[in-house]
């Protein structure tokens, strides 16, 4: 079972760190869905080359987390650590998705817009789906 959730976390993580380097590098497909967006359909921070590269690292360092949470990577850290790491992404991750945010979340106030939408059948899914298997992931024995 760990080895489909970390598959699964796996590849829905490579494929987000992949599309924010591709926008941190210029590119532009479904660059106005991947930011939220007001009622007017305006975006609410504007999108910046670093910032977008700068998840894309993110996303790729917790990848390795879950790499060596599923025990098919050794990271030079203790247990502890990363199960504790693996708790607190689990925490981000479910917090995205169940947001009670005006604009991000499956619980979001503003509904009408394009983003909002990507959010609500794509974004917040896929949060939650990282979140439950972090919170799976940290919670076995896989770790050596």
Known sequence: ???????IC?????????????????????????????????PV???ASLGAVAVGLVLVLVLWLVLGLAGRVHLPLPQSWLRAGGI???????????????YVG???????????RYDTLLYSPLCLV????FFYM???????
Do not use: C, N
Not at 1 to 7: D, L
Not at 11 to 26: D, S, T
Not at 106 to 116: E, Y
């Open 88 to 102: 607190l992404w689990a925490v981000i991750f479910a917090a995205r998705a169940l947001s009670w945010s005006r």
């Open 130 to 133: 990282l979140g439950l298997g």
């Open 45 to 47: 921070i504007e999108m």
């Open 10 to 42: 796996s590849v829905i993580l490579l494929l987000a760190a992949g599309f924010h380097f591709y926008w941190g590098l210029g590119g532009r497909v479904a660059a106005d869905l991947a930011l939220p967006q007001r009622e007017d359909g305006s």
């Open 138 to 144: 940290a919670s076995t024995d896989a770790v050596q």
């Open 106 to 116: 499956l619980f979001k106030r503003v509904r009408t817009t394009r983003f909002a």
């Open 1 to 7: 079972m760990t080895i489909a959730v970390s598959a």
